[in-house]
């Protein structure tokens, strides 16, 4: 069978190329890719080529298809696995193998596994480990969303509190305490503010800080106060630029006592001092943001960590659990990953994307492999409209469903370009 990817040659050097697949072997799955979500940390390897820890030296004589962020249905199953799968399924991959130790994963290391791709062999380890994980939700754009969302499950679960002389951590954000996401009203945040008012361990007061007026006005648009308000939470959105002085603004929103749990979305000195701040006695600091400047570092104060019992978390992607949670809560219409998805394109809009997506504004970017679309910004619809009927379409489509992605959009779009 032929398919079609996007695969890494070498530094900067993404090619959209269609190749023969090999037959299956017994202890392996073929998929066809419906949709994959661009994380930046493909953007990362990418760029270093060969020197990225997950990215294999021979990339020159064997490509790597790029994309871990996706989901699909199984074509052909086999026989060792017949007994679990079947074609039809659908599915999602957790891209964290860790097989044997090995570093390499989906999307960075393999010849005929990854996302960006038109079909694709899952190697027997992805089973093994559990990490082909079934699907039972309608759209193809939740599921692959479901990897970044177990990022965001995975930090509030790493997230811990103690009590004075019982030496054992308590997991989980303080259930009714104080919360405050710095930083956050970006694709990731939107996902955590969703995650957040929906859970099942939620915070009574949720306090979402940024500086950019137009990613807040969405984020609020979106996930609003009142439906916060009808799960229990108390919600504020908070311009920091826009107050005289923001860390004295969010210790006030706590009547002085400080947070239980903050979280910050973005490698800033002066974010993650503030955070470390607005601490409250027994308040843990999750740094969420993952920094390309391996001596990143910042200021805590260590006499609050001393008599305030103030301490520091932090993760770098999800567990298969916290995978498994996101899609499930996905299936039931508990949380709407769409509210990340900012942009829409097929395949041949991928090496562009990947390469250049620190300066594409926005949030997430969604590929559709066996599409003919350029990359196109949701807002971007209706001016596309007055030359393309079916920009007009998608435009009413996502009107109709407060200016989100959603399954009608993603049904019209695989059967219309």
């Known amino acids: 069978m032929k398919t079609r990817a996007a695969r ?7 090619r959209v190329q269609e190749f023969e697949l090999p037959e299956i072997k017994d202890d392996e799955i073929l998929t ?7 994380c930046m940390s493909t953007y990362k390897a990418a760029k270093l080529g060969s020197e990225h820890k997950r990215v ?13 962020e996706f989901s699909g249905e199984i074509v052909q199953v086999g026989a060792k696995w017949q007994d679990q799968f079947k074609p039809g399924d659908k599915f999602a991959v957790q891209p964290a193998l860790n097989y044997l130790g090995s570093p390499y994963s989906p999307g960075y290391s393999y010849k005929y596994f990854g996302g960006n791709a038109t079909y694709t062999i899952l190697p027997h380890e992805c089973m093994e480990l559990g990490c082909l994980l079934k699907y039972e939700g309608e759209s193809f754009a939740d599921a692959s969303l479901a990897e970044p969302m177990s990022c965001i499950i995975g930090a509030f679960h790493a997230n811990y509190h103690t009590k004075d002389f019982v030496y054992e951590h308590f997991m989980g954000i303080k ?5 405050a996401l710095l ?23 949720l306090v979402v800080s940024d500086i950019d007026a137009a990613r807040l006005k969405r984020a609020e648009s979106i ?63 999750n740094f969420f943001a993952g920094p390309t400047d391996n001596k990143f570092s910042a200021s805590f104060n260590f006499y609050n960590v001393h008599y305030a019992s103030t301490h520091i978390a932090g993760t770098s992607g999800g567990s298969t659990g916290d995978m498994i949670e996101s899609l499930e809560m996905t299936a039931k219409g508990t949380i709407n990953p769409a509210v990340m ?35 196109t910004a949701i807002d971007d619809f209706e001016e596309k409209g007055n030359a393309d009927e079916r920009f007009k379409a998608l435009s009413e489509i996502v009107k109709a469903n407060k200016g989100l992605w959603c399954l009608e959009a993603e049904k019209y779009v695989i059967a219309n370009f």
Not at 56 to 68: C, L, Q, S
């Open 183 to 205: 930083a956050s009203a970006g694709p990731m945040g939107m996902g955590a503010i969703d995650y957040i008012i929906h859970c099942d361990r939620k915070p009574s007061l």
């Open 223 to 285: 996930l609003t106060v009142e439906e916060a308000k009808r799960n229990g939470v108390e919600l504020h959105y908070v311009n920091t630029n826009e107050v005289e002085n923001g860390e004295e603004y969010l210790m006030e929103l706590t009547n002085g006592e400080g947070y239980d749990d903050v979280f910050v979305y973005a490698p800033v000195k002066p974010v993650v001092e503030m955070g470390g701040n607005i601490l409250g006695r027994d308040g843990c600091l």
């Open 8 to 14: 890494i040659h070498g530094k900067n050097d993404i």
């Open 341 to 375: 998805v900012t942009h829409i394109g097929g395949l041949e809009a991928v090496p562009e994307t990947i390469l250049n997506l620190p300066n594409i504004p926005g949030g997430k970017k969604l590929i559709y492999p066996h599409i003919d679309m350029e990359l």
């Open 175 to 179: 259930e009714g305490g104080k919360l």
């Open 56 to 68: 294999p030296e021979d990339i020159a004589e064997n490509p790597v298809i790029t994309g871990h």
């Open 32 to 38: 066809k890719v419906i949709s994959n979500s661009i």
